[in-house]
């Protein structure tokens, strides 16, 4: 029955905006969880720095080992920070797509007819091209132009080249800014509280195998997030 109503009459208007509200905050709920994964994850990321900083600065002997850890924690933060504003940017540009459809079945049900709309079209267009979106917004485009707010189908993913552009390689001024940040008034406390180089020299392997499978799990976790 309900395919051949499909058939034969347009779409309820209501049921329409329903699915698209639905499917608007499903992408927003999404985008919450990567976020918080994201904070979670710099927020570790911030720890791991600190232990290494602390590791060089008990133990000299793993002071190059050290330094080296830290700046490359440093510059996983700045992925994981740069990937976090990207998708509050998205976030809030999904909002503003749903305050814009519910305008247009507003002017819809007063007017009786509904204009398309190119403002919702480029933004529909930008956010359907992000992999952590592509799927349900597909849907959502695909509900638009049945309602006739959008008249054109969206775009293929964004290659990952062009959504990390310029993650691959942080210029090492960044590095140092983040590393100043991180570590600032750390450096002395840890001198002040030496411990036995024995003890460091101990440790040092375990963290060092500890701290290698924790960068590892973190690429993986950023890498789920873009897939």
Not at 41 to 47: C, D, F, L, V
Not at 82 to 101: F, P, W
């Amino acid at each position: 029955m309900e395919s051949l109503k499909a058939v034969f009459f347009k779409p309820d208007p209501a049921t329409q905006m329903r699915k698209c509200n639905q499917l608007i905050r499903s992408n927003v709920r999404k985008l919450d969880r990567d976020i918080a994964n994201l904070k979670n994850a710099e927020s570790k990321t911030k720890q791991y720095i600190l232990a290494a900083n602390k590791r060089g600065q008990r133990n000299p002997s793993q002071a190059k080992s050290a330094a080296y850890e830290t700046r490359t924690f440093a510059r996983e933060l700045i992925r994981i920070r740069k990937q976090s504003a990207r998708l509050a940017t998205s976030k809030a540009q999904l909002q503003s797509v749903q305050m814009q459809v519910q305008e247009a079945f507003g002017v819809r049900k007063i007017e009786g007819s509904i204009k398309t709309s190119t403002g919702i079209m480029k933004d529909v267009n930008t956010l359907v091209r992000l992999p952590e979106l592509t799927g349900t917004m597909r849907e959502l485009s695909q509900e638009l132009v049945k309602a006739g707010i959008i008249q054109e189908m969206v775009e293929d993913t964004l290659p990952d080249s062009e959504l990390m552009e310029g993650e691959d390689e942080e210029a090492e001024a960044e590095v140092d800014k983040v590393l100043g940040e991180i570590l600032q008034g750390k450096l002395g406390k840890v001198e002040a509280g030496n411990v036995p180089d024995t003890l460091g020299e101990e440790t040092a392997p375990i963290e060092e195998d500890n701290e290698e499978e924790t960068l590892n799990e973190m690429r993986g976790r950023l890498q789920a997030l873009k897939s």
